[in-house]
Nanobody
């Protein structure tokens, strides 16, 4: 079983930037498409961005052009660079494989965009 640890969240003003990290135990992590998800209060968890093992990326329309997902397979880590943050980006951010059956969720990292 892969363990996931998300970090890098915080409080930022609108227009600001944050870089999230998702560190995983086990090299099997590198075999999968990994996605960042987010869940805002009272809303369902949604996919934000995904990256294949080969580096192909995909983004939700709401973050396209502002967020960049990347991975370092040597470090078993996936990153999410978030620029131009908006209040509607406020949520807990999680990472996991982009499959119906997922690994156990990590604790997530809180991102709050507010002035």
């Amino acid at each position: 079983q892969v363990q996931l640890v998300e970090s890098g969240g915080g409080l930022v003003q609108p227009g600001g930037s944050l870089r999230l990290s998702c560190a995983a135990s086990g090299s099997i992590f590198n075999e999968y498409t990994i996605a960042w998800y987010r869940q805002a209060p009272g809303k369902q968890r949604e996919l934000v961005a995904a990256i294949t093992s080969g580096g192909t990326t995909n983004y939700a329309d709401s973050v396209k052009g502002r967020f960049t997902i990347s991975r370092d397979n040597a470090k078993n880590t996936v990153y999410l660079q978030m620029n131009g943050l908006k209040p509607e980006d406020t949520a807990v951010y999680y990472c996991n494989k982009d499959r119906i059956i997922k690994w156990s969720w990590g604790q997530g990292t809180q991102v709050t965009v507010s002035s």
